[in-house]
C-alpha cells in the first residue's frame, strides 16, 4: 500500500504510460520541423500532426480537421476563443457584448475582465445551488450586441456537467456565437459539436492522462476568428510557434484511448466515489456540495462541519486534494460562493478528484485514514448539531 495517495485528478493528471510510450519516438527519433515538409525528418513529425488532428476531430465530430488548432493548453485555447472572436468582431462603432457565467475557470474569468477595461460588456450568469447555470437568466441576458456565449461544459471544482445542449441551442437560435471549455467534459466521452451548436471548444491533455503544455481549440469553420500570435503563420496563423510534435503525438494518444475506454473508466471511477462518499458519511460530518445526478464520476466536493479544508490538509498531508482550484491557491471558491454556501462552508470545502489510477485500496485507506486524523469516533453523530450548521 502507498503512502500517499493522489486524489486530485481534475488539477492534472498522471501521464498514462501507453501515452509516454506514443510520445516518445518523437522526442529520440522524429525530432524535426514539422514546418519543413522537404526533409524527411519534418515530414514524419508533419504526418504524425495530420494524423492527431484527425483523431481529435473524429473525437468531436468536427467536419475537417482544419477546424483543430493547437495551444499550450485550455488557458491558452480559451485566450484564443474569447479574444479572438472579439478582435475579429468589434469595430469602433459598435462595442460588442458577450455573456459567461460565474462559474468559469480563473482563465475565462480574468479575459472577461480585460475585456471590460476595454468597454466590453460581460454579464455573468449565475448558477442554482446545484452548480448548474441559470437558462432563464442566460436567454433574458442575450442583447442585440451580444456576439458570444462562453460557458464550461463541466466544472472543474463540483464536477457539474452544465446543459451545454440547451445552451448551444439558446445561441443559435439567437445567431450568436458559443464558445465551451471542455478541459473536464473531454473525458465524459465524444463531444459531437454539431449536435450541441458548439462553434468553439477548448481543450487540454493533461486532464485526461496525457501531457501538461499542450491542448487545442476547436474553431467551425465559418467562425470568424483572429489570431493572437501570428508568429511564422503555423497553423495558418491563428497560433504561430514550432509545433510540440511529442505533446500532440500523446494527446492524440489520450484521446484514442478516452474513445475506447471512456465508459469502463466513468463506471469504474464513478464506484469508487460513491465508496469513497459513502464511507465519510458513516464515520464524518460532511454535506456534498452541489448535484450528484449531473456530476463528473471522478468529482466529490465535500464541507467537513468539524474542520476548515486546510486544517483538514494539514492533518493529511498524505492525500493530494485541492481547495478552491489548483490555479486560486486557497482564495475562497469563487464556484462555492456563486452556488450559495455560506463563508463558513465554503472555508470547510475540499475537492477530492479520482482518476483512472484510483484503486480500491486507496479508496479505504483514505476513508479510514481521515476519521482517524479528524478525531472523530466512528458513527458519533451528533444530528442536532449538523442540523443547525447545515441550515
Ligand atoms: C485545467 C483547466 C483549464 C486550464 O487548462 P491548462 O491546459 O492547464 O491551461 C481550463 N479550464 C478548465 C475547466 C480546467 O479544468
Given at each position: 500500500m502507498e503512502r500517499f495517495v493522489y486524489l486530485d485528478n481534475q488539477g492534472s493528471t498522471r501521464i498514462d504510460p501507453r501515452v509516454l510510450t506514443a510520445m516518445l519516438p518523437y522526442f529520440?527519433?522524429?525530432?524535426?520541423?514539422?514546418?519543413?515538409?522537404?526533409?524527411r525528418y519534418g515530414r514524419i513529425a508533419h504526418e504524425a500532426i495530420d494524423r492527431a488532428r484527425q483523431t481529435l476531430a473524429d473525437y468531436l465530430g468536427?467536419?475537417?480537421?482544419?477546424e483543430i488548432v493547437f495551444t499550450s493548453g485550455a488557458t491558452e485555447a480559451n485566450d484564443l476563443a474569447v479574444n479572438g472572436v472579439i478582435d475579429a468582431l468589434a469595430d469602433a462603432s459598435r462595442l460588442p457584448h458577450i455573456i459567461t457565467s460565474r462559474i468559469e475557470h480563473a482563465g475565462i474569468l480574468n479575459t472577461c475582465k480585460g475585456l471590460e477595461r476595454r468597454g466590453i460588456a460581460v454579464s455573468y450568469i449565475g448558477v442554482d445551488e446545484q452548480g448548474l447555470v441559470s437558462l432563464p437568466e442566460l436567454r433574458g441576458a442575450i442583447?442585440?450586441?451580444?456576439?458570444l456565449i462562453s460557458i464550461m461544459a463541466a466544472n472543474n471544482e463540483v464536477g457539474s456537467i452544465q446543459p451545454i445542449a440547451e445552451i448551444g441551442e439558446i445561441a443559435r437560435n439567437a445567431g450568436i456565437l458559443f464558445h465551451t471549455d471542455a478541459a473536464q467534459y473531454l473525458?465524459?466521452?465524444?463531444?459531437e459539436v454539431n449536435r450541441l451548436h458548439a462553434d468553439l471548444v477548448s481543450l487540454s491533455a493533461h486532464k485526461i492522462y496525457g501531457p501538461k503544455g499542450i491542448g487545442a481549440l476547436y474553431i467551425r469553420q465559418s467562425v470568424p476568428l483572429k489570431g493572437r500570435i501570428p508568429g511564422g503563420m503555423q497553423q495558418r496563423g491563428l497560433r504561430g510557434g514550432t509545433l510540440n510534435t511529442p505533446g500532440i503525438a500523446g494527446f492524440a494518444e489520450a484521446v484514442r484511448l478516452l474513445a475506447r475506454e471512456h465508459e469502463e473508466d466513468a463506471r469504474r471511477i464513478r464506484a469508487l466515489r460513491d465508496r469513497l462518499l459513502s464511507n465519510l458519511q458513516r464515520d464524518l460530518r460532511i454535506r456534498v456540495n452541489?448535484?450528484?445526478?449531473?456530476?463528473?464520476?471522478g468529482n466529490l466536493n465535500l464541507a467537513f462541519l468539524d474542520t476548515t479544508a486546510v486544517a483538514l490538509i494539514a492533518l493529511v498531508p498524505e492525500i493530494a486534494v485541492s481547495v478552491g482550484s489548483a490555479c486560486s491557491?486557497?482564495?475562497?471558491?469563487h464556484v462555492l460562493k456563486a452556488m450559495g454556501l455560506p463563508g463558513d462552508l465554503v472555508e470547510r470545502s475540499v475537492r477530492f478528484s479520482l482518476g483512472r489510477f484510483t484503486t480500491e485500496a486507496e479508496i479505504d485507506y483514505v476513508s479510514a485514514l481521515l476519521p482517524q486524523r479528524l478525531g472523530r469516533p466512528p458513527h458519533a453523530h451528533d444530528t442536532a448539531q449538523e442540523k443547525k450548521i447545515t441550515e
Open positions: 529520440t527519433d522524429h525530432y524535426g520541423n514539422p514546418s519543413n515538409i522537404l526533409s468536427a467536419d475537417s480537421q482544419n442583447r442585440e450586441e451580444t456576439v473525458s465524459l466521452g465524444k463531444l452541489g448535484t450528484l445526478e449531473r456530476r463528473l464520476p491557491n486557497a482564495e475562497p471558491s
